[in-house]
């Protein structure tokens, strides 16, 4: 525990049913001039972005629309946006979709210059400036990349993905209308749910933990152990999905207070170089991290139980195996993988893995037990 707490928020949060609707103020707030709404052709085809578009065409607010945001964006992909927004002279990002639309759009808005590029930005995040407003718009949950100054880009040369971290990419506006995750096919709703499930127990017992981010990682663990199942199986439970929304922001607002720890540094190859959804790569490895860290984190574990769950655990060590069985029982309800070889990866490249996981030192330093590159390796085996 440390006495500085890093607390970063968006400045304004709009929620619940047709929170939408406030995209009208916000234009008026800001004085926009030109919108470029930023979102994935197919999530306008499922009739996403009408809303959004109808408030801007009532204000009289011109808008283009990028709609090729690509899935987990490699960075020069994110260039190639950029050098086209940069043409546009919009004066305000909307961006509704997953963390994917979301972490271009929030790159692109520091990359309204010609003064440092993307790859720039992968060496020295710190130049990075904001030049447009953003107004964020989940439509998974998720990722929570809404509430954090994080983008996350595919680094194809080095097979793996790297997060830009810097405070001009938080957002300035987040809108969590429940109508952007109401139809969610329970494809899309189990990987970015477990990632915030990660996120969660990641923060909750990260080295950098504190008590604003255990506030957050613990409102979010509770939201998320509640509702994940039913919000990826009950399709009419508009209550669960929209818990989720809340599950997916406030695990965003804990990263950014305390951070993620070894499954996600260790996701990130296999995100980068096997193409594993990101929220599948932490799936796949969260029970082997936490059985891993569970002699440096019972205590934290029994905690979260405590909260959590109020099973009749009693010791330390029950409470940390039924923390975990629970958190397993998800990732099985949920029929993700837990080995890459049911994603087609059948001979990883091991020794890459652990490399390449090692590098992420960033994550890796918030992790309670240290991890070597032989305990990488231990655990890259238990996932093939
Ligand atoms: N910036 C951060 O803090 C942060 C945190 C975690 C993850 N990430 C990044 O976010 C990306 C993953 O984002 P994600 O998990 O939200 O998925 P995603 O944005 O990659 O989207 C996955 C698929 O789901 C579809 N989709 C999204 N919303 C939908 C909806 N409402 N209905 C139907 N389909 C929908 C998309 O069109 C896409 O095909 C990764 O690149 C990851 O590294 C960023
Ligand atoms: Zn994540």
Known sequence: MKDKYDLKLPKEVYSGVDAMQNLSAILAEYGTTKVALFTDAMLRKLGLTQEAEAVLQAAGVPYEVIDDAPVEPPYAAVQALADRFRG???????????????????????LATTDYTVKDLLDDPKQAQKYVKTVMVPTTAG??????PNAIVAVPEKDTKIGIVNNALMADAVILDVKMVQNLPPKVASGPGVDTLCHAIECFTSTKANPFSDTFALDSLQLTLDNLEKSCFDKDN????????????????????????????????????YHVPHGVSNAILLIPVMKFNKPAIADRLALAYDRCIHGDAVTVDQKADAMIERMEQIVVA???????????????DIDFLVEAGMQQ????????????????????????
């Open 88 to 110: 546009m002279g919009a004066d305000l990002i909307v961006a509704i979709g997953g963390g994917s639309v979301m972490d271009a759009a929030k790159l692109c808005s520091v």
């Open 143 to 148: 990722t929570g990349a809404e509430a954090t």
């Open 238 to 273: 508009l209550e669960a999905k929209r818990a989720m929304q809340l599950a997916s922001f406030y695990g965003g607002i804990a990263i950014t207070a305390a951070g993620t720890t070894a499954v996600h540094a260790l996701s990130y190859p296999l995100g980068g170089k």
């Open 334 to 348: 949920l029929k993700i993988p837990t080995k890459v070889a049911e994603l087609g990866v059948t001979d990883p």
């Open 361 to 384: 030192q960033r994550l890796l330093v918030n992790n309670m037990r240290p991890v070597t590159p032989e305990d990488a390796r231990a655990l890259y085996e238990q996932i093939i």
